[in-house]
């Protein structure tokens, strides 16, 4: 059983910074790309960031360009370092994992955990 357990979130005014963490359990994920998804009250679900299971690719909505930063901490955990944050950033965000090449469409994903909620003020 696969499961996504995401932390990290919170309240932060514009400009400000969190970091938001994700582990994945229930398998390696080693072969894995790992991605990370939001979804604003009203809007749909949508990419963020994600890489693929050796870095090389690594890929950034164009909102997020040079203010988000992924990483891959181990086969089993990624973080989303996040900067200059603006209201817009508001949603919850929920990381996901998929077998083989890292895609954008979150239908292509089949596991989803309880995500975090992150609230920017202006």
């Known amino acids: 059983q696969v499961m996504l357990v995401e932390s990290g979130g919170g309240l932060v005014q514009t400009g400000g910074s969190l970091k938001l963490s994700c582990t994945a359990s229930?398998?390696?994920?080693?072969?894995?790309?790992m991605a990370w998804f939001r979804q604003a009250p009203g809007k749909e679900r949508e990419f963020v960031a994600g890489?693929?299971?050796?870095?090389?690719?690594i890929d950034y909505a164009d909102s997020v360009k040079g203010r988000f930063d992924i990483s891959r901490d181990d086969a089993n955990s990624v973080s989303l370092q996040m900067n200059s944050l603006k209201p817009e950033d508001t949603a919850v965000y929920y990381c996901?994992?998929?077998?083989?090449?890292?895609?954008?469409?979150?239908?292509?994903?089949?596991?989803w955990g309880q995500g975090t909620q992150v609230t920017v003020s202006s």
């Open positions: 996901n994992v998929h077998l083989g090449d890292l895609l954008r469409d979150p239908a292509e994903y089949d596991y």
């Open positions: 229930g398998r390696s994920f080693s072969w894995y790309a």
């Open positions: 890489r693929d299971w050796n870095g090389e690719t």
